[in-house]
Each structure stands twice: as structure tokens, then as C-alpha cells.
């Protein structure tokens, strides 16, 4: 097993009872936003993309506790902000991770997510890599504790 294959599985460790515990619309918000910007890494957003991400959730065991329609909803409006202008949808998106910048422990949940959700299929590519430093950055996270 790679290091990195060994760092997602211990952040994946707890991960359900930490969402459980911050199942909430803000928390939800921000995993949502931070898919999104995963799935734009490339500079556009698929049909695979969308149903990697929702079929990662619905399946996911720690994830499970968000209602489908709900996060639905919600991808589809970060992800219509990315079809209109890749800087505005990408700024859109950040604003409800940012709001964790002061709850390190939330914004650890976040982005060990975002990183679940790009290495996903498989192939975790230095585009969504890169999206991921970013929101480390935002948040106050250092990229390298999550393999970046």
C-alpha cells in the first residue's frame, strides 16, 4: 500500500462519527463546495464527475447522514457558478470552506473529503491536488499532512 494510500485510510478512521458530529447545513455546504472545486480541477465538470461525486456519498458510510436531493441541490449550484466563470465558481465555492478557517478540526473533515472524493476513481491527478493545497491554504492547513 502507497504512503498516500495509508494517509487517506487513517483520515478515513472516525471520519462518520467527526461528520455525524457536524452534520449541519454549513458543514455540508463546505463538502459540497469543496467537491465541486475538485470536480472543476480540470476546467470542466462531467457527467462522470458529478456521479463520482454523489455515488461517493451515497455510498460512503461516514457521508451517508446528508439527504441526496439536498446535496444535489447544492453541488448543482457551486457547479453552475463554474460553468458561468471558473474564478467566480471557484471564489464561490470557497466562501462556505472558509468559514471553517477558525475550526481546524471541521476544516480537516472538509478536506480529507475533497481528497477521498479526487483520489475516488482511482487516479487522484495534480490538478485536484492542486485545488486541494488551495483550500489547505484557505483554511490554515498545512497541504503535507494530507500527502499533498
Known sequence: MSTF??????????????????????FMDAV??????????????????KQKMIGYIQHNEELKVFET????????FYTGNFDFDGMIGKAEAMK????????PDIARIVVSVCCAIGAA??????????????ICRAVNLNPSDFGL
Open 5 to 26: 494510500a495509508q494517509r487517506l485510510a487513517s483520515m478515513k478512521q472516525g471520519l462518520k462519527d467527526q461528520v455525524t458530529k457536524f452534520k449541519n447545513k454549513d
Open 32 to 49: 459540497v463546495a469543496g467537491c465541486a472545486i475538485v470536480a472543476a480541477a480540470d476546467g470542466q465538470i462531467s457527467a462522470a464527475e
Open 121 to 134: 476513481d482511482g487516479d487522484f491527478d495534480e490538478q485536484e491536488k492542486n485545488v486541494v493545497r488551495e
Open 96 to 103: 462556505p470552506i472558509i468559514k471553517f478557517k477558525d475550526k
Open 69 to 76: 436531493p439536498k446535496v444535489i441541490e447544492r453541488f448543482n
